[in-house]
């Protein structure tokens, strides 16, 4: 992906939103990204309160990501800044959870597994993690479900051009079942071509209308340690 192309996952919308949020950002290789972070960033940033502002690039901060669960290797994620709104909007990479040490699909084939019946001694035996700790996880992820249902399956019945049914999933396993269908059938449909991040493309999907799925519920705080920019 050359710096600045269109994201084949972007899409064209009313960017309204109501607190300072994350965007995901499409990343295939893992150590692309590494070794070239700038490479997938697009030329100019968004600003999440009013498109027609003009956000400039400013920081970068370096952070951990365990990518065999036992090894840090550091990364580097940006943010810009709207000096009309005086804001942050900060990229992260689709498999980088916000406060997570573990890459998204590390959380998201936990998920799986514990949907099919496996227990979390048993998927934490795998990657070398207390049971408690993929609890956590689990138990944002299922409550994060619930919220994001109805955006997320709207705008991908929007994409697709079909009528909006009305959801009533109640029950945070039903409405994660259904999202993540939901989700692989988008991704069928746009190629999205890595099924172990489905949570991710939900989080390209949101373009910041919503809060990184799996990652912290709430205000993104700006943690940017001021290195460089990547203008």
């Given at each position: 992906m050359e710096f600045g192309s269109p994201?084949?996952?972007a899409l064209k919308m009313d960017l309204k939103s109501h607190y300072k949020m994350r965007i995901a950002i499409p990343c295939s290789n893992v150590q692309s990204y590494i070794k070239n972070p700038k490479d997938f960033l697009p030329d100019n940033p968004v600003c999440l309160n009013d498109p027609t502002h003009r956000p400039y690039w400013n920081a970068s901060w370096d952070r951990e990501l365990c990518l065999d669960h036992v090894n840090a290797t550091e990364i580097t994620l940006f943010n810009a800044y709207c000096k009309k709104c005086h804001e942050t909007i900060s990229y992260w990479p689709e498999?980088?959870?916000?406060?997570?040490?573990?890459?998204?699909e590390t959380h998201e084939q936990v998920l799986i597994e514990r949907l099919q019946g496996i227990s979390l001694r048993e998927s934490a035996a795998k990657i070398g993690y207390d049971p408690r700790t993929l609890s956590r996880w689990l138990k944002l992820i299922l409550a994060q479900a619930l919220i994001l249902i109805n955006a997320a399956i709207r705008r991908i019945l929007n994409v697709l051009a079909q009528e909006i049914l009305p959801l009533a999933a109640t029950v945070a396993k039903e409405a994660?079942?259904?999202l993540l269908a939901w989700l692989q059938n988008y991704a069928e449909w746009v190629s999205f071509p890595r099924p172990n991040r489905l949570m991710g493309l939900c989080n390209i999907l949101g373009r910041g209308d919503w809060d990184l799925w799996g990652a912290p519920l709430g205000k993104a705080k700006s943690r940017v340690k001021k290195v460089h920019s990547p203008g």
């Open positions: 994201s084949p996952y498999f980088v959870l916000a406060y997570q040490r573990e890459p998204l994660t079942r259904l």
